[in-house]
Structure formats: C-alpha cells, structure tokens
C-alpha cells in the first residue's frame, strides 16, 4: 500500500467524493455530490491546504485499488476558529484493521508539519479511539448538526 496526493491519481477522485458525500453529507447542509466533486477538484494540491490523500493498494489485480482517504483541511468545523484540521478519514468496511487509517492520518500530520504548522485538529463522532491511540488528545464534545462529535488536537 502506498499513499500518495491525489493530484497523483486524479482517477480516484470520483471515488473519493462518493465515499466523502455518502459518509458526510448530511452533516453539510445544501451539499450535493457536485459540490463535493468541486471540493474535490480544488484540494488537488501537495505543498498547502487542502490536500487530499488517498491509499492505493499495489496489489489489487489489474490496477491499482483505492483502500482509503484523508485530507488537510483549513476549516472543517462551521463556526471554530482552530486550523488546519484533519478531515474526511475514510476507508471502507471490508479494509479496516489493517493500519490503513493510520498510515493516512500520519500522512496528514506530516503534510501539516511539512507546511509549516505545530498543531492540528479532528472531529470524529465514531472513532475517538483510533485517534486517541496515534496520540490525539480529546478536548470538548458537543453536539454539531444533530451529531455528537468528540473535537481532538495534536502537537506536531
């Protein structure tokens, strides 16, 4: 498994906004699968924010198969004023357990020290733990558009 930009595979940036959109939308009220290939589109970078990253698995037969994804993002929570944030981490059911999510987030936290900043930030609502396990430390929960979201923060 290598992960790389997505301004290296931009082939893979449908499946990203799909996974994005279905996993995420409702949290972005007004948000359609067209705006969220636009957002897409924009985070194709590598040296500022945002960026996307996605996992491709080498193995995968003929071809390379996206296994996961993850971005750097300068807002991601409505109303807060923290930045950069870790955002989007995804990797689909039949690939979980094997460090993918992991490898993605310390993708992230790298590009955010590579660009300059010392702490980053995530909301999560399903795995506090995963993030409390790469060293992520919990600051608040509340409630963010009908979601109980638990807001981390790391040091780089």
């Not at 924010?49 to 300068?74: Q, R």
């Amino acid at each position: 498994m290598r992960i790389v930009p997505l301004v290296e595979r931009p082939d893979l940036a449908e499946q990203v906004s799909v996974w994005g959109f279905g996993e995420w939308g409702h949290l972005n009220p007004g948000q359609t699968l067209d705006l969220r290939r636009a957002e897409i589109q924009a985070s194709m970078n590598v040296d500022r924010v945002p960026i996307v990253f996605v996992a491709v698995d080498d193995g995968k037969g003929d071809g390379e198969g996206i296994v996961g994804t993850a971005s750097l993002v300068f807002d991601d929570l409505e109303g807060d004023p923290r930045n950069p944030w870790l955002a989007s981490v995804f990797v689909p059911a039949e690939h979980r357990r094997k460090g993918i999510a992991s490898a993605l987030v310390r993708s992230v936290e790298d590009a955010a020290r590579r660009i300059g900043y010392d702490r980053l930030y995530l909301f999560t609502s399903t795995a506090p733990t995963l993030y409390a396990g790469l060293g992520w430390r919990a600051l608040e929960q509340r409630d963010y558009r009908g979601e109980i979201i638990q807001v981390m923060d790391k040091s780089l």
